[in-house]
């Protein structure tokens, strides 16, 4: 199945959280500022329905995502108020993926964990949660993966000063 017909049937089916279809586009001549935007096409859909629409993509058998490839977040900008959270779907059975692109807000900066609904969400939401600062409630095992538990801050977000020292030791 294509992007649009998957889009459509989510659309049938009222999936839960979902809100539109950001497909790439041209710049718009008329516009200097417009660059348009290439890419994947991707569907936007609620951060907090997030984990329910993940389930109804896995679930459905016309859509069969027996797989979550990939779950990270990308910081847009320091004065953005919304970090993206970037899924990657794929189905083998049915040779078919999907890009999914949920707005979560930087103040609380948090979403429901999707480990209940796909394992492999486990160590992208704890790599996503020390380098953003996102908070994944009800995530089964929140430590640290990459950095030392009393690391200060976040340092994939566009805010982030990286320190000048760290336990006595020179960063510079």
């Not at 017909?5 to 417009?34: F, S, V």
């Not at 896995?58 to 027996?66: I, Q, T, V």
């Not at 704890?126 to 908070?135: P, Q, T």
């Not at 009800?138 to 000048?164: A, V």
């Amino acid at each position: 199945m294509d992007f649009q017909g998957i889009h459509d049937h989510l659309r049938l089916i009222n999936a839960p959280g979902l809100l539109r279809a950001d497909e790439p586009r041209a710049a718009n001549p008329e516009d200097k500022k417009d660059k348009g935007r290439g890419g994947d096409a991707y569907l936007v859909v609620e951060a907090d329905a997030l984990a329910s629409f993940l389930e109804t993509c896995r679930d459905d058998e016309r859509l069969s995502f027996e797989i979550l490839a990939d779950l990270t977040a990308v910081d847009p900008g320091k004065d953005d108020e919304d970090f993206w959270m970037i899924v990657q779907l794929l189905s083998v059975t049915l040779r078919h993926r999907l890009a999914i692109k949920a707005l979560v807000p930087k103040d609380p900066g948090q979403i429901p964990s999707s480990s209940a609904v796909y394992r492999a969400a486990q160590w992208h939401e704890r790599e996503c949660a020390e380098m953003f600062g996102i908070e994944f409630t009800g995530h089964p095992d929140p430590r640290n993966i990459l950095l030392p538990d009393d690391w200060p801050g976040s340092p994939l977000r566009k805010d982030y000063e990286f320190p000048t020292e760290y336990r006595g030791i020179s960063c510079e």
